[in-house]
């Protein structure tokens, strides 16, 4: 129990000390405190509040290596934070064969400083492990996303609601391209249980998904145009770009338009009003 309490009490002191702002969320309404609400935290790990109360009252005694993983990623601790909330949990973190739950430091600046487009951050097996309020409001709201909710192959081969919209020839390469990459992710990293049970998933819900993989498709990334159709700022184009990080299977999505461009101004807008809305909503 001792170790539960200092679990809790960290867990705490690293949500009071992380913003809406850095996390990514709205920060809409009356706050009482700087740091992320309970709600809040929940949201982005993907888990339910009641359990995160349980854990910071040290009442939930065995978080599991996918629970950890997605409170670090949430709270964004750094190596040595995270490697200290796993001591604390009495867990071993994950090492060789499994996918590393952190984010290049790079790539987390990227994030925190470039205006003006939308981007979302996965890992090797295509989850949505970050994103900036500009991405969340192009997008949707991410931290509402429950488990394979935030997966990109699994909304894609399963048919899952979205607002970007693409043509039949850029959804078969982007198919294309989600399959080779997850075949490559299998390939580096054949410890880790979650991929392991997502490709298992695909194959069991997508008889496409299934055709791709046994045929050894491969594809590369490319530019394109996608249509983003909006609630608010009504339908328009952006570039889709997906920049990867030298040294690491992060991915970033990057949702941009030329400057002057129509496009650009709803981006500039939504940059104002979308989170504003989300939170309203």
């Known amino acids: 129990m001792s170790g539960s309490r200092e679990l809790g009490r960290a867990l705490r002191g690293w949500r009071d000390r992380t913003t809406p702002q850095a996390a990514g969320v709205p920060a809409g309404g009356v706050r009482r405190a700087a740091g992320l609400r309970r709600e809040e935290l929940a949201q982005l790990a993907g888990l339910s509040v009641d ?29 040595a934070e995270r490697e200290h909330l796993f001591v604390l949990a009495g867990q071993t973190a994950p090492g060789v064969g499994r996918i590393p739950p952190d984010m290049p430091p790079g790539v ?40 394979r909710e935030r997966n990109v192959a699994w909304r894609e081969f399963t048919g899952m609601p979205s607002r970007i919209r693409c043509s039949p020839e850029q959804t078969a390469l982007f198919r294309a391209v989600l399959v080779t990459d997850l075949r490559a992710a299998t390939a580096r990293y054949p410890a880790d249980p979650g991929l392991r049970d997502l490709v298992a998933a695909l194959r069991a819900a997508s008889a496409d998904f299934v055709r791709l993989w046994d045929d050894g498709v491969v594809g590369t990334h490319e530019s394109n145009s996608k249509t ?25 999505v990057c949702y941009s338009a030329p400057v002057g461009s129509d496009a650009a101004d709803r981006l500039k807008l939504l940059s104002v009003i979308g989170t504003q809305s989300m939170s309203a909503s």
Not at 228 to 252: I, M, N, Y
């Open 228 to 252: 983003v159709h909006h609630p608010e700022v009504g339908s328009f184009s952006v570039d889709c770009d997906v920049l990867t990080a030298p040294g690491s299977d992060v991915k970033v």
């Open 51 to 79: 359990y995160v109360v349980r854990l910071e009252q040290g009442r939930a005694t065995s978080p599991s290596v996918q629970v950890l993983s997605a409170l670090s990623r949430a709270l964004r601790l750094s190596t």
């Open 108 to 147: 987390r600046r990227l994030l925190d400083q470039l205006d003006g487009v939308a981007l979302t951050v996965c890992d090797a097996s295509w989850n949505m492990i970050e994103w900036n309020p500009l991405g969340a409001a192009l997008i949707g709201d991410l931290s509402m996303l429950r488990g």
